[in-house]
């Protein structure tokens, strides 16, 4: 690992364990029996702090896994470094996307 | 009268196998005796490293039952459960032949650890006045005490799976070096421990603090080399 | 063998439940953009969660995500604060924490 990943990977970490712990609680509650889609919808519908906060954690998590994934591909996998990188990135960049459209449907669709 | 032992040792290279000898049992025996024994008189061909067999110079390390340790302090009883021993070399580093393994790998890391003293002094100044109980000396000595057996090299996981990484003992002691006062190395040294292979690529699992044989913490060092480099990247005085 | 210490399993397990969580997060960002279209598909999709085996399948991913999270926060502490003892017990509370919450989650989904 460069410096430049160690600090990302601890920074974006350290970052997650509050964003980690609220949204253990998010699960519980949502997933209390009777929830519907509807349910989860209308409280998550238009409200800035909910799109804030997934916005957050969802580019926390896209770094940190994806230097993560690298980290595990370079020591278990036969690719490359550099290979491992580029692969990193990618997933890194698809977990981004899938988040921002998934921030995207609860908050403003 | 104490039952023989059977017991497995390495013959050949990277491509050679396990060969059972039976071995005597003798009271407070160790499991550099036990590979001695076999060596004076079964098999003359055997190749194993000993020097000091008493604990202070660590020659003698080998992989026993799965672990790596140094013959000449592990009592057989200790070991020997169900009456087996299966020994082989340290892990991590290729064999040269039966229980000898090539340590240069291991030393050539050191060198890119800089875990080589920068001298700041000649004969001719004053001897630099070093605390015992300063906190700098405090974490010096409890490093310091390395006699590069490769326990910890070969027992370490994250040698086994990144070619590249230094391992416990190179940043053991580029970490000792970082605290000493007379040392100037500086940041040259922590850009060294910075690099890929450094002392980010340690996950912490422990089996060099668990195994080292002199009880030191290359887990606590490396977490310490962390901190070090972290801050001197932060400040812009090393690169990435 | 040291690869049976309490601490080396610790963090085989944070390496483990970080890729299955690796694995999961874009198909849980998938159910989720499923709200896209409106409330329908994200609701068949909700209901189909109901079965007990999926129930199940989800307290293995609450373990998993607390699991990491504190696999993390061990890595943290011993990166960022002094040395302490009594790591091996606090690694098996962790262990023992994160199965109690995933225990917890499933026992009130039934």
Known sequence: MTMRLYVWQRATAALMVPLVLVHIAVIFYATRKGMTAADILSRTHGSIMWASYYGLFVSAASIHASIGVRNVLTEWSPLTDRRAGSFAVVFGLLLAALGARAVFAVVLS | ?240 | MHRGSALWIAAMVHRLSGLALAIFLPLHFLALGLAIDGEAKLESFLRWTDQPLVKFAESGLVFLLTVHLLGGLRVLVIENLDWRDGQKQLATLAAAISAIIAFIFLARVF
């Open chain 2, 1 to 240: 009268m104490l039952a023989d032992l059977s017991v497995s040792l390495w013959r050949g290279g990277k491509d050679g196998r396990y060969e059972t000898y039976s071995v005597p049992q003798r009271a407070s025996q160790t499991v550099l005796d036990v590979v001695t024994f076999v060596q004076r008189h079964i098999d003359p061909t055997l190749s194993y490293r000993f020097a000091c067999r008493v604990g202070v110079c660590g020659s003698c390390a080998m992989t026993v039952n799965g672990r790596p340790r140094w013959t000449c302090r592990t009592h057989v009883a200790k070991v020997a459960g169900s009456g087996h021993l299966e020994i082989g070399p340290l892990e991590n580093l290729p064999v040269i032949k039966d229980l000898a393994t090539d340590m240069q790998a291991f030393f050539e890391k050191w060198q890119k650890a800089q875990g080589v003293f920068a001298p700041t002094k000649t004969r001719h100044d004053e001897i630099e006045q070093i605390r015992p109980d300063s906190a700098a000396r405090r974490l010096v000595d409890a490093a310091i005490e390395c006699i590069n057996c490769g326990v910890c090299y070969a027992a370490c996981d994250t040698v086994r799976w990144n070619q590249d990484y230094f391992g416990p003992a190179a940043l053991t002691r580029a970490w000792t070096l970082v605290n000493d006062e007379r040392d100037a190395g500086g940041t040259a040294r922590l850009q060294a421990v910075a690099a890929a292979g450094g002392c980010h690529s340690c996950h912490s699992h422990q089996s060099c603090q668990e195994l080292c044989p002199q009880s030191l913490n290359p887990t606590a060092a490396i977490a310490g080399l962390k901190r070090r480099t972290t801050a001197a990247y932060l400040k812009g005085e090393i690169k990435a």
